[in-house]
């Protein structure tokens, strides 16, 4: 039997006709930091749920530090910390009445658990008299997340945590995570947000309830099939319908102030194809700057998305 804290194999969940998760399968290492990354309505909070005991699945088996997630499902809840997408603390307690609460569900005190949270709760302990509800979101996080961790877990999942915070919120959390991966514990993040896939060690590429692929983040750009440019000019728009009518157009879309457009001529050297296209673009949108790109997560992803189930493995 595999020693990995986290195995998932063929989970299947169907919410009437609407399937939740298609035979997803997924191994967590020890210590490692794992990405769920897709779009809402992927599945990544179903599959949290079924992890957590609090959805069953309809077909497949999930094993979490060994146990099955059916079968064995009070002693994973003793074991793993959870942070669910929403707020989901009780407002009208203050921080510290918030966290005594959570500790005492697992039989266990703020003393007790201090030493694991107090590079977080350090943070937002000066103001843990003040009401959960009125803090801040990059506090109610911190708080969350400290609750989360507070027993001393063995598996940490997270579900979408940065949604809804500022960018600083967001940087900061992430590095407070990397300190937890540094002692050893084994974190599941899941999060819409394509940049925060390359702060994981591995990534799981998620959409409709299937997995797309996984794999190291610096490994899912390379895994883009064509040869990738970035176009940009003044009339945005006259931009993408010229490059959507060109015959060797494969994909366009708008990424920022600029445009990726991906081209089927694979045995030709990048620097032509971009010569070409904006030869094809100045007679029909005007003047554009075209250049080479290395492909990224996102445009992996937006690939994959328009693959076959049988490519997208």
Known sequence: MSDAPLVV???TKRFGENVALDEVSLEVKPAELFGLVGPDGGGKTTLFRILTTLVLPDAG????????VVRDMWAIRARVGYMPGRFSLYPDLSVEENLRFFASVFGTSIEDGYSIIAPIYNQIEPFRARRAG??????????????ALVHRPDILFLDEPTTGVDAVSRREFW???????????TILVSTPYMDEADRCDRVALIQLGRV??????SALGARFPTPLFSVRGRDRQALI???REYEHAVSV???GDELHYSDARGTMLPD??????RSYLAGRAGAAEVRPIAPGIEDTFMALMGAPPEAAA
């Not at 407070?176 to 002692?183: E, Q, R, T």
């Not at 797309?212 to 983040?217: E, F, G, K, T």
């Open 9 to 11: 194999e063929g989970l």
């Open 61 to 68: 088996s999930a094993r979490v530090l060994g146990l099955d």
């Open 253 to 255: 879309f708008p990424f």
């Open 272 to 277: 032509a194809i971009a010569a070409d296209v």
């Open 134 to 147: 009125a803090l801040s979101g990059g506090m109610k996080q911190k708080l969350a997340l400290c609750c």
């Open 175 to 185: 590095e407070l995570l990397a300190g937890l991966k540094a002692s050893g514990l």
């Open 241 to 243: 319908r010229a490059l």
């Open 212 to 217: 797309l692929a996984i794999d190291v983040p």
